[in-house]
């Protein structure tokens, strides 16, 4: 009979050391609850984060990135200005100015062949002229800082001005160095456009 106590006691024991030690108190359980509604909202994806919040993150993450957009957005409110009407205006006037100013050499102290000769590399360089204008119409129309537009439109000017000087069959030597400056210029000046992007 003592034993079958013991047992029983020993039994009661073990029972007792298996039971949960977690609390199931019901206003800790309350508390955890609201607190999981009063949570804060999760912070959004980069994608659907407004424009400041993105311009944030990039200049914390990327500092040199964050400085190039923001020269980007300089050039980009520099870049407003229309120039296109300047770059076709400005043209016409550099060629009626150059064949107001200057008067073409008199044809009958020159070779016929040497006169084709001119209007020949006349023509080549207007054709020159033409497609540097096309490309400075397409360049023009996007954003551009000022030192490059003033840049393209001085070149574009310059090359302008020698074709008629050639065309005139008028200063040869200095239309030459005006044409090829002009043009040095712009490539010059269009490498380093692209670099600075």
């Known amino acids: 009979m003592a034993s079958h106590s013991g047992e029983s006691v020993l039994w009661r024991d073990t029972t007792r050391q298996r039971q949960p030690t977690s609390s199931t108190n019901p206003a800790v359980t309350t508390v955890d609850f609201m607190e999981s509604l009063t949570r804060p909202p999760m912070t959004p994806p980069a994608s659907t984060r407004s424009a400041p919040g993105r311009d944030a993150s990039a200049h914390a993450v990327f500092p040199g990135k964050s400085a190039a957009v923001a020269r980007a957005r300089t050039g980009a409110a520099v870049g ?52 540097a204008a096309a490309v400075l119409w397409w360049r023009l129309a996007r954003p551009v800082p000022r030192r490059f537009a003033a840049g393209y439109l001085l070149g574009a000017w310059l090359m302008v001005a020698a074709s008629v000087l050639i065309w005139q069959r008028s200063a040869i030597g200095a239309a030459a160095i005006l044409f090829h400056t002009g043009e040095l210029s712009l490539l010059f000046l269009a490498w380093r456009d692209t670099r600075s992007r």
């Open 80 to 131: 407003r200005v229309s120039y296109r009407p300047v770059l076709v205006i400005g043209m016409l006037l550099v060629a009626a100015t150059v064949v107001v100013a200057t008067s073409p050499a008199p044809v009958a102290m020159m070779d016929a062949s040497y006169i084709r000769l001119m209007r020949g590399m006349a023509m080549i360089k207007a054709l020159l002229v033409v497609i």
